[in-house]
Nanobody
C-alpha cells in the first residue's frame, strides 16, 4: 500500500534551519511529482512546494520563496524540504503529498515549531 512518512520536524529558533524528509513506498516514486503542504493552528492546509518527477522543476508558495528548497532522491524514494531563515509564521504541521491516478495520498505530518 502507499505510504508517505515524514521526518525531521522539531523546535527551532527564528532564523534557523530544518530539513524535512518524506520517505515514499507502494508506488513508482520516480514517476510522480511530489508536494509539501502545511497546516498552522486554526488555518487551512496550504501548499508549500512541489518538485517534478525528474527533479527538473520546482514551485514554491510566495511565502517561502527564497528560503525553502525542495529536492528528491529517486534512488532512495525520498524527497526533502530544506527550510532556511525560518520565521515564527512557518510554525505548522508539514505534510507530504502525492497525486496518484486513483487518489491523492498524505503523510501523517511532522510538527515544525519556530519559537524563541
Amino acid at each position: 500500500q502507499v505510504q508517505l512518512v515524514e521526518s525531521g520536524g522539531g523546535l527551532v529558533q527564528p532564523g534557523g534551519s530544518l530539513r524535512l524528509s518524506c520517505a515514499a513506498s507502494g508506488f513508482i516514486f520516480s514517476a510522480y511529482a511530489m508536494r509539501w503542504y502545511r497546516q498552522a493552528p486554526g488555518k487551512e492546509r496550504e501548499f508549500v512546494a512541489a518538485v517534478t518527477s525528474t527533479n527538473e522543476f520546482t514551485n514554491f508558495a510566495d511565502s517561502v520563496k527564497g528560503r525553502f528548497t525542495i529536492s528528491r532522491d529517486n534512488a532512495k524514494n525520498t524527497f526533502y524540504l530544506q527550510m532556511n531563515s525560518l520565521k515564527l509564521e512557518d510554525t505548522a504541521v508539514y505534510y507530504c503529498n502525492v497525486f496518484l491516478p486513483e487518489r491523492e495520498y498524505w503523510g501523517q505530518g511532522t510538527q515544525v515549531t519556530v519559537s524563541s
